[in-house]
């Protein structure tokens, strides 16, 4: 997606979580959508599917460790180069350290080692692109998590996490920037806003991926903001897909334990999640869960007492 279209799509879902979804109502468990008395917000399935990752695995999900080894020692392990070369490129933005992309995208047409230059590739889309911090560097929280995608740990609850916390603190303050993947929230967006581009919707075979269509589509870039808001303004319930065509039926997370909603634990800090609220979007009935101590699974890693919050 171009950077215009990053910008616009950002800036209108800052503005519609900030204004005119005020009237719909918003669910503190869900921050993002909700038509009457239902809500769409992207699920855990969903995202799964959209990125095509390994089935969700409860004993999988990355959490951040107590003790985690230096930013440096683990882009060593990343990138396979020495520590005075890596250590001489590690910035400070704001609170946290971070490595520019220029250094490297430097390994990536340089690296001796093929496997390495992809591994730094990778890891360049995920902390540009998948977990975006400080424009042009990639953050130390984000090697931590590419640093244990070797051990299978999923991806997915991280990403859908932060997503969640970044809405939720536009919606709070009424302004700010989006910090997520703004690509795939527009996969997601595109596939159960049908009414967008006026086509119908058609069922897919298990092979078919949303990302790859939205990137093979000619979409307009020229269609004034103000356009966009009205248009998202005035949908109705009926104008949504609630299932989406493309997702192939199979389990669905909707408990942890004896709780009705679920910790998500992202790369920054962790936020509360009601799957019950979003079971029309598999073709079920919506069910509206007790949600007394959601809110306390809220916090950032950089609070006092976020391992006590954690347990």
């Known amino acids: 997606m171009c950077r215009s279209c990053q910008d616009i ?20 468990a869900t921050r993002l959508n909700s038509y009457s008395t ?5 699920t ?10 390994p089935r969700f695995q409860e004993d999988r999900i990355y959490s951040r460790a107590v003790n985690v080894p230096t930013f440096w020692k683990k882009l060593m392990a990343i990138t396979g180069i020495s520590e005075q070369w890596i250590t001489a490129r590690i910035k400070e933005k704001g609170e946290c350290k971070c490595i520019s992309w220029d250094a490297l995208k430097d390994l990536i047409l340089t690296h001796p080692d093929e496997a390495k230059r992809v591994d730094v590739f990778a890891l360049s889309l995920y902390g ?6 400080a424009l042009g560097y990639v953050d130390e929280a984000t090697t931590d998590l590419f640093h244990r995608l070797g051990k299978r740990v999923a991806s997915v609850p991280a990403i859908l996490a932060e997503t ?6 536009c919606r709070k303050a009424g302004a700010g920037r989006f910090v997520g993947c703004t690509q795939l929230l527009l996969a997601w967006f ?9 086509v119908v919707c058609q069922v897919f075979f298990e092979d078919y991926s949303p990302l790859k269509d939205i990137v093979a589509s000619i979409r307009r870039v020229d269609v004034p903001e103000e356009n966009w808001i009205a248009l998202l303004q005035n949908l109705q319930s009926k104008d949504v897909e609630w299932r989406a065509p493309w997702m192939i039926p199979g389990e669905i997370l ?3 334990g004896s709780f009705n909603w679920v910790p998500l634990l992202g790369i920054w800090g962790a936020i509360g999640y009601a799957p019950l609220l979003v079971l029309r979007q598999f073709g079920l009935r919506q069910f509206v869960p007790a949600t007394h101590g959601l809110t306390q699974s809220e916090f950032a890693y950089r609070e006092a007492d976020y391992k ?4």
Not at 128 to 133: A, H, I, T
Request: hydrophobic fraction near 45%; charged fraction near 30%; proline fraction near 3%.
């Open 308 to 311: 006590k919050r954690g347990r």
């Open 254 to 256: 909707y408990r942890c």
């Open 9 to 28: 799509l950002a800036s209108v879902l800052r503005r519609i979580i900030s204004k005119s979804l005020r009237r719909f109502g918003i669910n503190r």
């Open 38 to 42: 239902v809500d769409l917000v992207p």
């Open 164 to 169: 969640f916390k970044s809405l939720g603190a």
């Open 128 to 133: 540009l692109m998948v977990f975006p911090r």
């Open 190 to 198: 595109y596939s159960h806003f049908w009414l967008i581009d006026k």
């Open 44 to 53: 855990v399935e969903e995202y799964t599917a959209l990125l095509r990752c």
